[in-house]
């Protein structure tokens, strides 16, 4: 089993940046896959961000340019670094992790639903 933590959340003005970390423990060994995914008030949860077994990574379009995704394996922590924050992106954001080999470029078309382990989340409000 994997668990996941998020933290980092805060609530910060329009154009401040903020950095999520995601904390894993358990057996990540076979855990090839991770992602950082937001769910908005009664909007849809979706993937923000991706990094696969290989360390390639890749962003959603809404947040290409503004955030950006790394992993510490030694440090066995995700983040998110989120820079030039949008009232858009008030949400609260989730680490996800998938048992899969697949490269980043499809990892980033999979909807939540492929992913198995969550964190509890964690809210950023943009304001």
């Known amino acids: 089993d994997v668990q996941l933590v998020e933290s980092g959340g805060a609530s910060v003005q329009t154009g401040g940046s903020l950095r999520l970390s995601c904390a894993f423990s358990?057996?990540?060994?076979?855990?090839?896959?991770m992602a950082w995914f937001r769910q908005a008030p009664g909007k849809e949860r979706e993937g923000v961000a991706f990094?696969?077994?290989?360390?390639?990574?890749a962003v959603a379009d809404s947040v290409k340019g503004r955030f950006t995704i790394s992993k510490d394996d030694a440090k066995y922590t995700l983040y998110l670094q989120m820079n030039n924050l949008e009232p858009e992106d008030t949400a609260t954001y989730y680490c996800?992790?998938?048992?899969?080999?697949?490269?980043?470029?499809?990892?980033?078309?999979?909807?939540?639903?492929?992913?198995?382990?969550w964190g509890p989340g964690t809210q950023v409000t943009v304001s």
């Open positions: 996800a992790a998938a048992i899969s080999d697949l490269p980043v470029d499809v990892v980033a078309t999979l909807g939540h639903w492929s992913f198995s382990y």
């Open positions: 358990g057996n990540t060994r076979n855990t090839h896959c």
């Open positions: 990094v696969d077994g290989t360390g390639n990574t």
